[in-house]
């Protein structure tokens, strides 16, 4: 059974910066596309960034130049840097887990507050 467990969300003032980690178990974790996703108060759930088994990455536009995901197969654990942070980035942050051939997995989520 895959399980994600996201970790680093907390409060932090604008233009501060945050780290969110994601472990798995339960899975090879190398051959997952992962993802990280965020949902707004009131909104819907939107991509913020994605990383390939191969490490391709892609981001949301609103986060380009100031978010970093990563990955570390060693420790099962996905990352995302999130800098220069802004209180639209407000939000609970999702871990995805895309197995080749299985359904998608999601973590439990992470609140992050960004004050102004």
């Known amino acids: 059974q895959v399980q994600l467990v996201e970790s680093g969300g907390g409060l932090v003032q604008a233009g501060g910066s945050l780290r969110l980690a994601c472990a798995a178990s339960?899975?090879?974790?190398?051959?997952?596309?992962m993802g990280w996703y965020r949902q707004p108060p009131g909104k819907q759930r939107e991509l913020v960034a994605g990383?390939?088994?191969?490490?391709?990455?892609n981001y949301a536009d609103s986060v380009k130049g100031r978010f970093t995901i990563s990955r570390d197969n060693a420790k099962n654990t996905v990352y995302l840097q999130m800098s220069s942070l802004k209180p639209e980035d407000t939000g609970i942050y999702y871990c995805k887990a895309a197995p080749p051939g299985d359904y998608d997995y999601w973590g439990q989520g992470t609140q992050v507050t960004v004050a102004s």
């Open positions: 339960g899975t090879i974790f190398s051959l997952n596309t």
């Open positions: 990383i390939t088994s191969g490490g391709t990455t």
